[in-house]
Structures are given as structure tokens and as C-alpha cells.
């Protein structure tokens, strides 16, 4: 099992920037695909964005390509998502989330371990 941590998140005005990191501990991430989910008030988790062990192949929910890209380091274990031109509908809590297979998923339920996630708020 592989503890997750993210940070990152805060209140930041419409247009700006936030970037998220994860880092991961118990184990190593390499061959391990990673995604972001974001949860809203009263709305249900979404992927945002995932990618593979490698870091070659990367996928984002269509709200927020162009805006935010995912990357991953596996020799300091940890992935990032550069969050820019952020939207008041962006708001939620983050999380991030590892599977146990290296290619990736966009489907929630197949992530194995999860953070606590970090809030990310966007005002007007």
C-alpha cells in the first residue's frame, strides 16, 4: 500500500494558477499510474486528469484541457497537476489517486489508494 499526501491547494482568484503536488511513501511509484479527482459541494468524484508509469501517456476530462497538465517525477515520487486560467466551477477538493497497473484509467473505481485530498477555491 502507498501513503499519498497532496498540497498545493488555496484560494486563488478567477484566471490564476495553482500546482498541485502528491507525493507518495511506502512504496515507489514507478510503474504505477497515477490520476487527480476533484470533488465539488454536493456534486459526485470526476477524474480530472491521469497518466502512465512513464509519464508518456496522459488523458483530461474536457473541462480543463489547455488548462491544466499533469506530470510526474518517479525518481522523487511524486505527480504534480499545473492547474492555470482556473474557473470558479474548478473549485473542489483534489485528490490524488494510484493504481496498481501502469497504464492508466480515467475510471475512479480503478485507483487503489487515495489521499485525503487538498481544496482548492477559485472565487469570482
Known amino acids: 500500500q502507498v501513503q499519498l499526501v497532496e498540497s498545493g491547494g488555496g484560494l486563488v482568484q478567477a484566471g490564476g494558477s495553482l500546482r498541485l503536488s502528491c507525493t507518495a511513501s511506502g512504496r515507489t511509484l514507478a510503474f504505477v499510474a497515477m490520476g487527480w479527482f476533484r470533488q465539488g459541494p454536493g456534486k459526485e468524484r470526476e477524474v480530472v486528469a491521469a497518466?502512465?508509469?512513464?509519464?508518456?501517456?496522459?488523458y483530461y476530462t474536457d473541462s480543463v484541457k489547455g488548462r491544466f497538465t499533469i506530470s510526474r517525477d518517479n525518481a522523487k515520487n511524486t505527480v504534480s497537476l499545473q492547474m492555470n486560467s482556473l474557473k470558479p466551477e474548478d473549485s473542489a477538493l483534489y485528490y490524488c489517486?494510484?493504481?496498481?497497473?501502469?497504464?492508466?484509467?480515467?475510471?475512479?473505481?480503478?485507483?487503489?489508494?487515495w489521499g485525503r485530498g487538498t481544496q482548492v477555491t477559485v472565487s469570482s
Open positions: 489517486a494510484a493504481r496498481r497497473a501502469a497504464s492508466m484509467s480515467f475510471h475512479l473505481g480503478e485507483y487503489d489508494d
Open positions: 497518466i502512465d508509469w512513464s509519464g508518456a501517456v496522459s
